[in-house]
C-alpha cells in the first residue's frame, strides 16, 4: 500500500493469467465494510493495482466515502475475476503513513516493493495463487 496525498493505493500480486474481479476494503478493526468495487475499467486495476474509493476506475461500485482521517488500520480483499481464490492484507496505517516511498513502490510487511517484486512473491501455474517460500 502507499498513501499520495489523500489517494490510498494498493498493489496486490496478480498471476499473468488472472485479474482483479472484486475489492473490498474494511476497518481493520471494526471490521466494518467501507467500500466495495468490482470489474476494474483499466489494465492497470485488472493486474492488482488498485486506487481504494475510486468508484471511477471500476465499472461497479458500492458507494462509500473515504473515511477522515483514515482508520488506524485498513484490511484490504481481493477476489480474482471469474473465481472465489483472491488475497489481500491488513495495514496498520500508521506504519504506511510514516514509510518514506520512492515512485512505485509500496510498504509491505517485508518493507519497500516495486509491483513486479509483488507479483513475482506468487508462484504461478498449476498451484498459482499461493505465496512462493522465501
Known sequence: MRVDGSRVVVKVPVCP???VGEVGVFDGESEKSL???RDPKT???????????ADDEFH??????????LPRALDVLVTFAGSEDGTGGY???RRVLAAKLPDGQYWTDDGPMTGEAIDAQWKCGASAHSPSAP
Open 17 to 19: 493469467a488472472d485479474a
Open 35 to 37: 467500500w466495495r468495487a
Open 43 to 53: 489494465s492497470d486495476g485488472r493486474r492488482g493495482k488498485v486506487t481504494l474509493w
Open 60 to 69: 461497479v461500485s458500492e458507494a462509500g466515502r473515504q473515511p477522515s482521517p
Open 91 to 93: 495495514f496498520d496505517m
